[in-house]
């Protein structure tokens, strides 16, 4: 069985669980505080991200697309990134803006700010970092809007790994309870689309001590 090391806080690990789960994967999740950069998880990764993926052969995958590449090209009987090469070229590109620029204007300044700060007590949470994030997102909650403004999900008709890019980055902010379903009801339906699959519900569980996430962030039908 796969071994994951990842923490629920980690939208990559998220999304990682949600692919995986879409595919019928059996694995074992291993926590890991990414953040404390531990000597035997550097070993594993020496970047020290998660997530990282423990083969039965022992082999180990890391980097955040290599890992979905390396999913995509063996189970590809659940294909997740389109048929033809100008759909996966799309599907690679919206994935791109989630997993770095969503994530670093707003994912990485919440989580830094809001979580790790307080949980390792090492300087005090930056109020002009967490306002720009939350400007931030007013932007990209308009690109899914509008994304979204033909098709039920960002590359289609179909479901596609962009959804879940994008969909594990938003659903950190729905755990930390840092997002407004005001501002687009449209990407409201397409996330409660998300959030209802049965491959996305082991996440509505997640626990993080000294987190308390908002009463709707487990219910599908919010």
Not at 73 to 100: H, Q, T, Y
Not at 119 to 143: F, M
Request: glycine letters at 2%; aromatic letters at 12%; hydrophobic letters at 40%.
């Amino acid at each position: 069985m796969l071994e994951i090391y990842h923490h629920p806080i980690c939208p990559f690990s998220r999304k990682l669980r949600i692919v995986l789960n879409e595919k019928r994967v059996e694995f074992e999740l291993i926590a890991e505080k990414y953040w404390e950069r531990r000597a035997e998880f550097a070993a594993l990764n020496p970047a020290c991200d998660t997530p990282v993926v423990v083969k039965q052969d022992n082999v180990i995958l890391c980097s955040n697309s290599a890992i979905f590449e390396y999913f995509e090209e063996v189970m590809s009987e659940k294909n997740l990134i389109g048929d033809s090469p100008l759909e996966r070229a799309i599907v690679r590109s919206v994935c791109d803006w989630f997993d770095n620029k969503f994530y670093t204007e707003i994912t990485k300044y919440l989580v830094t700010e809001k979580f790790i700060k307080v949980v390792t007590k090492v300087g005090e949470p930056n109020s002009n970092a967490i306002r720009a994030a939350k400007k931030n997102l007013s932007y990209h909650i308009d690109y899914i809007d509008h994304l979204l403004q033909k098709n039920d999900y960002l590359c289609g008709e179909k479901i596609t790994l962009a959804d879940f890019a994008a969909a594990a980055q938003i659903s950190v902010l729905d755990f930390i309870g840092d997002i407004s379903w005001e501002r687009s009801h449209r990407v409201k339906h397409w996330y409660a689309l998300i959030k209802s699959r049965p491959s996305f519900r082991p996440l509505l569980f997640d626990k993080v001590q000294g987190i308390f996430p908002p009463k709707n962030y487990a219910d599908p039908d919010f």
